[in-house]
């Protein structure tokens, strides 16, 4: 049995493709299907409004009601739900799927990643080789790190696994946000990352490993203040 399965995380329903979590054991394992999904199965249409210059290359899918801002980049295989909001200078990324009504705000950039319905990734985000779950939320600048500086693949630090740890033998994992979960600004990640539906992480937080769902993590910090001399 899996430790982390996606139903502990993420409603697929309010994913734009459920069957693409079909079979899964752990969660994360739906990151490598993303791109061979879009390949086999998106079908290029541009249904939304482009508000100034927009560049698109590749297959590329933007719903009804979907708003793209100036200056943003979008590199197929892409697919972008109705009704949701891509801000200026974004930078969308290949084997990208972002449900509708999501806000993906300015300077965001994004690859190889699953955007549940109605999330929101506001100003100033790295979303890499992650998942976001329905109506979460984080906060401006909030880094989902998805790389190891030894090029070595990303384990789940778990301490109910042997040893401590899982092995996902993937090369570039990111994050898993599960449903309403709310990261503070500026708070980071470390790879291989799995945060609880409805959990709480504070502003300024450097994460890593598991959150279990409806927790909340605090940073006190020390600060000193003193008379400036000269």
Request: hydrophobic share 40%; aromatic share 6%.
């Amino acid at each position: 049995m899996p430790l982390h399965p996606v139903s502990d995380y993420i409603d697929v329903l309010h994913t734009p493709f459920p069957k693409l979590f079909e079979g899964l054991g752990e969660v994360w394992e739906v990151l490598p299907r993303i791109g061979p999904f879009l390949k086999e199965w998106l079908e290029p249409s541009v249904e939304g409004d482009m508000i100034g210059e927009v560049h698109m290359e590749g297959p590329v899918f933007i719903g009804p009601g979907v708003r793209i801002m100036h200056g943003a980049v979008i590199l197929g295989p892409v697919y972008i739900g109705a009704g949701s909001f891509v801000g200026p200078g974004c930078y969308i990324r290949p084997n990208t799927i972002i449900g509708e009504n999501c806000i993906i705000g300015n300077s965001c950039e994004l690859k190889n990643c699953i955007i549940a319905d109605s999330a929101e990734i506001p100003h100033w985000n790295y979303v890499g080789d992650s998942l976001v779950g329905h109506k979460a939320h984080l906060g401006a600048g909030v880094i989902l790190s998805n790389w190891r500086h030894d090029h070595g693949s990303i384990p789940v630090v778990d301490g109910r696994a042997d040893g401590g740890k899982i092995e996902t033998r993937l090369p570039k994992f990111g994050a898993v946000i599960g449903d309403h979960a709310d990261l503070g600004s500026h708070a980071v990640l470390n790879p291989g990352s799995l945060i609880g539906r409805r959990s709480v992480i504070y502003g300024g937080v450097v994460w890593r490993g598991v959150l279990a769902a409806g927790k909340i993590v605090k940073l006190r910090q020390e600060i000193e203040v003193i008379d400036r001399r000269g």
